[in-house]
């Protein structure tokens, strides 16, 4: 689904929204304005099969990051709630 001519503008998205919400600077804001991000998920087909995927490869990141426990035990769950919050489709 994410855009093959520009990962590394989806990567700095993402980063920058992370950024954001955990209290950092507003790059995110300033650049892209509100998150929105129910609306700006629309265009995808977002399944339950496929925000599992969109976990299972998070959850890859997770194991190759080696982040701070504390860091992961934050992230990880607040990835979950969004990831269920996106599903836009039924199983088709
Ligand atoms: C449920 C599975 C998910 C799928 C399949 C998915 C897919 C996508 C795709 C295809 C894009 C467009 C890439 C781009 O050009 O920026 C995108 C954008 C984005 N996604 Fe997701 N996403 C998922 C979950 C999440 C979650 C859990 C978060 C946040 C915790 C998130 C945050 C974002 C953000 C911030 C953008 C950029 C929005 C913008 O400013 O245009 N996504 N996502």
Same mark, same amino acid.
């Given at each position: 689904?994410?855009? =093959? =001519?520009?990962?590394a503008g ?5 980063r920058?929204f992370? *950024? #954001? +919400?955990?209290g950092g600077? @507003?790059?995110? *804001?300033?650049?892209r304005?509100?998150? %929105? &991000?129910g609306m700006?998920h629309? @265009?995808?087909? *977002?399944?339950?099969?496929? %925000?599992? +995927?969109?976990?299972? *490869?998070?959850?890859n /990141? #997770?194991a190759e /990051?080696?982040l @701070?426990p504390?860091?992961?035990?934050? &992230?990880? @769950? $607040? $990835?979950?709630h969004? /990831?269920?919050f &996106?599903?836009?489709r039924?199983?088709?």
């Amino acid at each position: 689904m994410y855009p =093959a =001519a520009d990962l590394a503008g989806a990567e700095t998205r993402l980063r920058n929204f992370l *950024i #954001f +919400r955990f209290g950092g600077p @507003p790059t995110y *804001i300033e650049e892209r304005g509100h998150p %929105r &991000l129910g609306m700006r998920h629309g @265009p995808f087909a *977002i399944d339950a099969a496929a %925000r599992d +995927r969109w976990m299972a *490869i998070m959850n890859n /990141a #997770f194991a190759e /990051a080696a982040l @701070p426990p504390a860091a992961e035990a934050t &992230l990880r @769950p $607040f $990835f979950e709630h969004v /990831a269920t919050f &996106l599903i836009n489709r039924k199983e088709t």
